[in-house]
């Protein structure tokens, strides 16, 4: 059974998501402040945490990012606040989703269970040997999940490393932006694609001398991205 934090000060949303949550046979844990949630977070092991925005004594962007310093489980960030700018600075501390007040609590579960089951096989224990993506400088070791640049190894979040391989895996192709979202997060973009924008951003700044030129992941305006060989 998946051990689910929600991290909500509004207790009525908090009781609305653990019920539909546990109906779908999850255990969850319910804090009601960002210092507590992020203590939890940090001190238990939980497979994926959903976490307000709004909370008192401690701002969810806050708790987000404690929580990705540290460790790769999967964040979906809930919040009323519609604004790109709100999204976009979520996606770059490193949650793996943003949904926006009200939405279906089903819609919830079913995003749960695809971070869950996408997380799930990523770290399954592997005893076959490393397998390894070298071009030009850049190295990806598919297996420990783990990327070096002329030689330095630099930190990805899960998402950005699953987004980093996928190109690079399939290099010279151009995907669209609504076509990343649906290969590396495996649902439907519902017309909301600035999580690959973002994660694209967040990428080139860890692997590209000159993020205004270049060399790895090519915007073809109008189209989408392609990573080049």
């Known amino acids: 059974m ?20 546990e109906l779908s046979a999850f255990n969850v844990t319910v804090e009601n402040t960002g210092s507590r949630g992020l203590q939890r977070a940090l001190k238990e092991d939980y497979d994926l945490v959903i976490l307000d925005l709004m909370l008192p004594d401690m701002g969810g ?12 489980t999967p964040v979906i960030i809930v919040s009323a606040k519609k604004d790109d700018i709100d999204k976009i600075r979520g996606l770059g501390l490193g949650a793996d989703d943003y949904m926006t007040k009200p939405f279906s609590p089903s819609e919830l ?19 076959e040997r490393n397998e390894i993506i070298e071009i030009r400088g850049l190295k990806i070791d598919k297996t420990a999940r783990r990327v070096w640049v002329a030689g330095e190894e630099k ?14 895996q399939n290099p010279n192709h151009v995907y669209s932006k ?33 993020t205004s030129n270049p ?14 060989i």
């Not at 579960?109 to 005893?127: Q, W």
């Not at 915007?219 to 080049?228: D, E, L, N, S």
């Open 61 to 72: 962007f806050e708790v987000c990012e404690k929580i990705r310093n540290v460790k790769n």
């Open 215 to 228: 060399k790895y992941i090519e915007t073809i305006w109008g189209v989408g991205y392609r990573f080049r």
């Open 178 to 210: 609504e076509e990343l979202f649906r290969h590396i997060w495996e649902m439907e973009s519902v017309g909301d694609i600035a999580t690959v924008t973002v994660h694209i951003k967040k990428i080139r700044e860890k692997i590209e001398e000159d």
């Open 2 to 21: 998946s051990n689910i934090l929600i991290i909500e000060d509004e207790e009525a949303i908090a009781e609305l998501e653990k019920d539909y949550l």
């Open 155 to 168: 930190m990805f979040t899960t998402k950005e490393f699953d987004l980093l391989t996928f190109l690079a």
């Open 109 to 127: 579960v079913a995003r749960v269970k695809a971070h869950l089951s996408r997380y799930e096989r990523l770290t399954a224990g592997r005893t």
